[in-house]
Antibody, heavy 124, light 110 residues
């Protein structure tokens, strides 16, 4: 069964850090690029970051560039999002998602498998 | 990167067809054939409905179809059913290895 399960969310004060995890199962994790996407309360979906299947390439939305770091451990089939210098407007449900398409591809694609999300609240 | 523009809401009666538009620029929707559509129901993970402008993943009803003209993509739901009630988002690959989502459309089945 193809599955992504996010964890690590919680309540954190502004300026602090948090690390999200997303273990994957049911597919060849090391063959797919992976994304983080978030949804703030009452708002739409916002793309956050992508990492290539081998971890070599990473790209970020301007809103998180320099503060968030996406990484992966293919030996543990796990995706991560390190969030530093958190701000109240980073409060959201954070989803990990798999890039669709061929295995070991660097082409763009859709988001075909999603986790259920983990809630991050940044508040003093 | 600005969000793609979608109508805030669209409604229709059971059995009718509705179309949701998604307007971007030549740097995203108009420049690439990597437009996708997602159904998002409360408390659930978003679900991929259309990828690469007009392709349906396995298991998605053929009542859902996608198209693109210039900088505007569209999702059409034919034979509207109560279970189609949800928020729908478009997304596009954009220049500089970015992705952008639409503002979202709430579909109501009357």
């Amino acid at each position: 069964q193809v599955q992504l399960v996010e964890s690590g969310g919680g309540v954190v004060q502004p300026g602090r850090s948090l690390r999200l995890s997303c273990p994957a199962s049911g597919f060849t994790f090391s063959g797919y690029a992976m994304h983080w996407v978030r949804q703030a309360p009452g708002k739409g979906l916002e793309w956050v970051a992508i990492i290539s299947y081998d971890g070599v390439n990473t790209f970020y939305a301007d809103s998180v560039k320099g503060r968030f770091t996406i990484s992966r451990d293919n030996s543990k089939n796990t995706l991560y999002l390190q969030m530093d210098s958190l701000r109240p407007d980073d409060s959201a449900v954070y989803y990990c998602a798999r890039r669709s398409g061929l295995v070991y591809s660097r082409l763009p694609g859709a988001f075909d498998i999603w986790g259920q999300g983990t809630v991050v609240t940044v508040s003093s | 990167q600005s969000a793609l523009t979608q109508p805030a809401s669209v409604s229709g009666s059971p059995g009718q067809s509705i179309t949701i538009s998604c307007t971007g620029t030549s740097s995203d929707v108009g420049g690439y054939n990597y437009v996708s559509w997602y159904q998002h129901q409360p408390g659930k993970a978003p679900k991929l409905m259309i990828y690469d402008v007009s392709n349906r993943p396995s298991g998605v009803s053929n009542r859902f179809s996608g198209s693109k003209s210039g900088n505007t993509a569209s999702l059409t739901i034919s034979g509207l059913q109560a279970e189609d009630e949800a928020d729908y988002y478009c997304s596009s690959y954009a220049s500089n290895n970015n992705y952008v989502f639409g503002t979202g459309t709430k579909v109501t089945v009357l």
